[in-house]
Every structure is written in structure tokens, then in C-alpha cells.
């Protein structure tokens, strides 16, 4: 039998054979990373599409033993456009939280680092259910974003919460029925850990997500009023009674039988606790977030008399995208960050 495993760490993936009648293991890609794998009909060979979190995606041929038969793609020409732009060397961390539980991230320091030097930090997320973004893979789209705000002086973080993926059951299924409430508690504690290392400016922490990390982006900031300087909050669900019931009612069941739930979750309800800097954004036509989720945060925003920046784009879907669509919005968004954090 041949699977793919966490066994190593929850940020690798590596793939197995086992003798299912002797329970006798090996290894058939040992380089650390993410290793994905398709068999030949007889099992003889396989393709591997590996990555590391610094090493762009490499294609190869091997044998049933691990043995290299050919290359297919080694990608030498984007490894050399990451250096000539002058890429940061991705790392990882953990630390834990106060009730002890581990959680692990990734961090981009500054072009030029300087340890004596005080740096904002501007974290992003995701944070959904299975989800995972600290992983020991090539991830391009943001990741470039990222590299440019290095470059321009910022610590740029990424940590995954509870309820993520590559962590176990218990890890995974641990928000069930309060979707955000612990996500944003570790998000928060994890603010507070980046925040207290000797190289990172405390009162300049922001932090970015998309849909269910608008979602998360907008709860730590509310919630984590103190913590928090800024936040992007795009195409985010602020309430689970509008997002659609197949995914929604598999977590939080429904809101007459989990009333709570839904309530104490809801960045709607928690708006009048803005402090810092928020930028909402979301396309008109967004046919899986439906726009009634911005619409209704503005409503709780001006009811509770809290300023904010907003950016709405008339019939763009939940990608935002199409035309000059993108980069008018990532424009828009590293404006904000330099002039909010």
C-alpha cells in the first residue's frame, strides 16, 4: 500500500510504501517538503511534483525503490527570478499559547534585517476548518505580495490556528459548533508573541485575510482591539446565518439549535469595539460570500459610529479579479499598510 503522511511533521509531506502482510516501511521520497505523487498503472514508477517553502516546484521521474530516472522540470529560471528580486528566506517557528497548546508559523524578516531595529509586523491568514498555510511548500500569488512588503520593511508573519489541518482529529474538529472563537483567541495570542520579540514593533501589528480569513481578520481586530493596529478584511463572512447552509450547518449546525454559536462569533455584533484601522473590501457580485455580509458590517460600523476604509468593486465575484481588477486592490491594500501601520 502506498500513502501519503504527516508522520514526519504536520509541515511535510512525505510518501510511503508499506508490506501490508509484514507491516515492513519505507520511505520512497525522503527530501524534506512537500512531496505529491502519481503511480505509473503498475506501480513501477511515479511522478514527483515536490517543493520546499524556499525551493520552487521540481518535477521527476522515479522507480518503485526512490531512484531518480529522469528530471521533468527543475523550474531553474524562477529560482533565479527569486534571487535576482532579492527574496527573503522563508522560516518557520512555534511557540505556545497560554493553555499550552502549540501552534506553528512562518516568518519573512525584513530585507536588510537588523536585530537592533524595531519592525511592524503585518500577519495574514486563512485559519479555515482543515485548512493549512504553514507548510513546507512553494506557494506563489500572495507570497510575492508578501516578499514586496519584506522588502519595504515589514516582518511578515503566518500562524495556524486550531481547527486547521495536518494536526489530528482532536486539532481539526476542536471548533466545532463556534466557528472563530478559538481561532481568534490564538491569532491573537500569536500577535501578542510575534509582538514581544525583541525585533518587532508591539503597537504596529496588522494582519490580512481573504473570505474566511476576511472572516478572521475582522474578529481579531475587533476582538483583539489592543493587540491589533490594522487589519484588511476581504469578501469576509460576518455572519454564519449568510453563509450557505452545506458548509456552514456541518460546523455550526443551525442557529435555532446553536444560537450561541452563531451570536458570539459574528464580527457584526462585535463592531463597536473598533479601535484600529480597518480596510473592507468586497466584489458586488460575489456569488459565494454574498455581499449582504459587507453590507451589514457597514450598517454595525456606522451604527456604532466607527470610521473605516472601504473598497467595493461592482460586479466582481469572490475572486476579485479581471482587467487591472487585481492590481488596483493589492495597490489599494500596500497604500493602506504604509500609511496605517
Known amino acids: 500500500m502506498y500513502y501519503q503522511s504527516t508522520e514526519i511533521s504536520p509541515l511535510q ?27 505509473s498503472p503498475s506501480f513501477d514508477y511515479f511522478v514527483n511534483t515536490y517543493s520546499n517553502i524556499n525551493t520552487p516546484t521540481e518535477i521527476g521521474v522515479y522507480d518503485r525503490a526512490g531512484k531518480e530516472v529522469r528530471i521533468i522540470e527543475q523550474n531553474k529560471e524562477l529560482a533565479q527570478k527569486a534571487m535576482d528580486y532579492g527574496f527573503e528566506k522563508v522560516e518557520f517557528f512555534k511557540f505556545k499559547t497560554s493553555d499550552n497548546t502549540e501552534l506553528n508559523g512562518y516568518m519573512i524578516k525584513p530585507a536588510n534585517f537588523d536585530p537592533t531595529k524595531k519592525y511592524p509586523v503585518f500577519m495574514n491568514l486563512y485559519g479555515g476548518p482543515g485548512s493549512q498555510q504553514v507548510l513546507d511548500k512553494w506557494s506563489s500569488g500572495d507570497r510575492y505580495w508578501y516578499q514586496m512588503m519584506a522588502d519595504k520593511g515589514y516582518i511578515i508573519a503566518c500562524v495556524d490556528n486550531r481547527g486547521t489541518g495536518g494536526r489530528g482529529e482532536a486539532f481539526k474538529k476542536c471548533t466545532y459548533l463556534e466557528l472563530g472563537k478559538l481561532e481568534t483567541a490564538d491569532q491573537i495570542e500569536a500577535a501578542k508573541y510575534l509582538g514581544n520579540l525583541p525585533f518587532a514593533d508591539k503597537n504596529r501589528i496588522g494582519i490580512f485575510g481573504w473570505s474566511y480569513g476576511g472572516f478572521m481578520s475582522s474578529s481579531c481586530l475587533f476582538k483583539g482591539n489592543d493587540v491589533f493596529k490594522a487589519a484588511i478584511s476581504v469578501a469576509p463572512v460576518t455572519s454564519w446565518r449568510w453563509y450557505d447552509n452545506i458548509y456552514t450547518e456541518r460546523y455550526m449546525q443551525t442557529e435555532k439549535t446553536n444560537p450561541n454559536g452563531y451570536k458570539d462569533n459574528s464580527p457584526v455584533n462585535f463592531a463597536d469595539k473598533l479601535k484600529g484601522n480597518l480596510l473592507l473590501v468586497h466584489g458586488m457580485g460575489d456569488d459565494n460570500v454574498h455581499f449582504q455580509n459587507a453590507a451589514e458590517l457597514v450598517n454595525a460600523l456606522v451604527k456604532a459610529n466607527k470610521q473605516f476604509d472601504t473598497y467595493y468593486y461592482p460586479n466582481r465575484n469572490h475572486g476579485i479579479y479581471g482587467g487591472n481588477t487585481r492590481l488596483h486592490l493589492y495597490t489599494k491594500m500596500t497604500n493602506f499598510l504604509l500609511e496605517k501601520l
Not at 16 to 21: S, V
Request: no cysteine.
Open 13 to 39: 509531506r512525505n510518501v510511503y510504501e508499506i508490506n501490508i502482510e509484514t507491516g515492513e516501511k519505507k520511505i520512497l521520497t525522503p527530501r524534506l517538503g512537500t512531496n505529491d505523487v502519481q503511480f
